[in-house]
């Protein structure tokens, strides 16, 4: 990152706390840390920042770094490969109807909300299951 770039609140307060576990630690007096404290507070820049713990080990302070996004492409059960079912049933839906199949549409019907029911049911038990091992 650029020295000239200008140094936000938060990443002057990040070096404050380097800086005041650095002199926890031992390796700044009292009027090091003061003096380094209020030159930090004073800092515009990350280049006044990084001359305040160039002599002091670990990483120097960066701005944080704002990674290029992935672009988001939906949920990831959406970019699964697999058959498209719905534009099947949709296409055997219109060939039914344009079939004259009235009564096979009204058995495809009744099969489905039989399946729905029987989902409901089978949730229900198994929910009341689950419920009851748990307790």
């Known amino acids: ?3 000239r770039m200008r140094a936000s609140d938060a ?3 990040a ?3 380097r ?3 650095h002199y926890a630690e031992g390796r700044l007096t009292q009027d090091e840390l ?4 209020s030159a930090a507070l004073h800092a515009r820049t990350f280049g006044d920042l990084r001359a305040l713990t160039t002599d002091l080990p670990g990483p120097a302070p960066v701005p944080p770094r704002t990674a290029a996004r992935p672009s988001w492409g939906g949920p990831p059960w959406r970019h699964r490969h697999r058959p498209p079912v719905l534009l099947f049933a949709l296409i055997a839906l219109l060939v ?7 009564w096979v549409l ?3 019907f009744r099969l489905i909300l039989l399946f729905w ?3 409901i049911v089978a949730r229900i038990v198994f929910g009341l299951m689950y419920r009851r091992g748990h307790r």
Do not use: W
């Not at 003061?34 to 404290?37: A, G, L, N, Q, S």
């Not at 039914?96 to 009235?102: D, I």
């Open 1 to 3: 990152m650029d020295d």
């Open 11 to 13: 990443e002057r307060d």
């Open 15 to 17: 070096v404050t706390a």
């Open 19 to 21: 800086l005041r576990d």
């Open 34 to 37: 003061d003096e380094r404290v």
């Open 96 to 102: 039914v109807l344009t079939s004259g199949g009235g």
């Open 106 to 108: 009204f058995g495809f």
């Open 117 to 119: 029911l029987l989902s």
